[in-house]
């Protein structure tokens, strides 16, 4: 289990929580990305073939000593996943659609199995802000920029995913109350988490592209949803640690300049936490955190 999100979640707070009192409006953040989005981090499954033995868990992770403090605010003193009541998830999956406080299992498998980037993220967010806060997931395995996310000012067809992105936020916002009823219905906007870059890698056009496709989106979110300073934090796409090929540190330079181009917006770098294979639930998904 990699703790990428401490950082990225740490940086985010530093330019969307101000010093002082926020109102009383629902807080919204918005997780948009592929797989690792969607949410690869495995809590318990133990198989030796499928899940490596278990190693690289959340559970496996905080049975170390040394990480004991580290996680003592997920789980309650019976030992089970606490679910926060001030912190609330909506993420559309292909079979249902998730909601509810904070947790595991807001993936896109079922059960409680597994985790993505909305559970630290949730955690450190929640105990910083007073108010009620919403994330937003909206996620699809196996999507570039370059035509799924295609954002309007690209050019060019607009992608499927970057159209349901924008409806999915827009109708999470528009039902906030009748998805939560404890929730304010008058919200504010508060960040935009971007997380994704592996498929763009492999097409010479999308690598070139990458860094203008990223800013346009992120300046086509913007307009979508009237908030043209949401804060913005681009995660790099970090798999495998420094070592990588040229086409991947092409897609994190990309990433890195357009974060430097846009305003309100961080780049975030995740390579520190990449571990060796042997050490993760699946030693044949490199393509994924854990």
Do not use: C
């Not at 918005?30 to 559970?59: E, F, R």
């Not at 292909?94 to 559970?119: A, N, Q, W």
């Not at 109350?177 to 010479?204: A, C, T």
């Not at 571990?275 to 854990?290: A, D, L, T, V, Y």
Request: glycine share 10%; proline share 5%; no cysteine.
């Amino acid at each position: 289990m990699r703790i990428i999100l401490l950082t990225m979640t740490a940086l985010l707070i530093a330019i969307v929580v101000p010093r002082t009192v926020l109102s009383q409006k629902t807080q919204v953040f918005i997780l948009a990305g592929q797989s690792n989005m969607q949410g690869q981090g495995v809590v318990d499954l133990d198989h030796p073939m499928h899940y490596n033995s278990g190693k690289g868990t959340l559970n496996r992770v905080m049975q170390n000593p040394d990480m004991k403090e580290l996680y003592a605010h997920i789980k309650n003193d019976r030992g089970d996943f606490i679910v926060r009541d001030d912190v609330f998830v909506r993420y559309v999956t292909p079979s249902k659609i998730k909601r509810g406080g904070l947790s595991v299992g807001f993936t896109g498998y079922d059960g409680k199995h597994h985790i993505g980037p909305e559970f630290q993220f949730g955690h450190v967010v929640g105990t910083a802000i007073k108010q009620p806060v919403l994330l937003i997931k909206t996620a699809w395995g196996g999507k570039s920029i370059y035509k799924d996310f295609r954002p309007p000012s690209s050019g060019g067809e607009v992608g499927k995913y970057y159209r349901q992105m924008i409806s999915e936020i827009k109708q999470s916002l528009e039902q906030i109350s009748i998805d939560f009823p404890s929730l304010n219905k008058h919200y504010e906007l508060r960040g935009f988490v971007w997380f994704q870059g592996w498929n763009d890698m492999y097409n010479e056009d999308a690598r070139a592209e990458y860094e203008q496709n990223l800013m346009n989106l992120i300046k086509d979110v913007r307009y979508e949803l009237d908030a043209q300073d949401l804060p913005v934090v681009i995660g790099e796409l970090g798999n495998g640690g420094e070592d990588v090929s040229e086409n991947m540190q092409a897609i994190r330079k990309a990433q890195k300049t357009a974060a430097e181009k846009t305003p309100h917006a961080i780049f975030v770098k995740t390579t520190p936490f990449a571990r060796p294979k042997e050490q993760s639930p699946n030693i044949g998904h490199g393509h994924h955190w854990f």
